[in-house]
């Protein structure tokens, strides 16, 4: 920002200016603002999903077949039961990691919150 043009003369102006006097310089213009800083890249796409480990595989097989024998589920749980995330997405069912070995398992199916019967 260009501020001299506010600032006050240097010297005082004389009491009695004289018939003929010079104008003073014109003042220099300001430089251009300088110009925006380029966009920022794109941000890279999310990484592709790891595979899902043995155990959550063979437990999602067995979700899926005792799925098909809920017969009232008001509350509509199991609409969440949906692809291979089954820790992260579906209610009611709980992963953890093993002592044993270290391996990310379900852990438990609650259905005390969520009202299902089952055949």
Partial sequence: MC???YLPPLLPEPPESP???IPPPPLPECPPPPP???PRPPKPPPQPPSPLP???KLALK???RFRKTIT???LHIIDTWKGNNL???DKGILCDTTINDNKHRVASINFNKN???IK
């Fill in 3 to 5: 501020l001299y043009k």
């Fill in 19 to 21: 018939p003929e006097t």
């Fill in 36 to 38: 925006p800083p380029p």
């Fill in 54 to 56: 043995l155990e959550l």
């Fill in 62 to 64: 067995v979700i899926q």
């Fill in 72 to 74: 009232y589920d008001p």
């Fill in 87 to 89: 820790c992260r997405d």
């Fill in 115 to 117: 009202s299902a019967a």
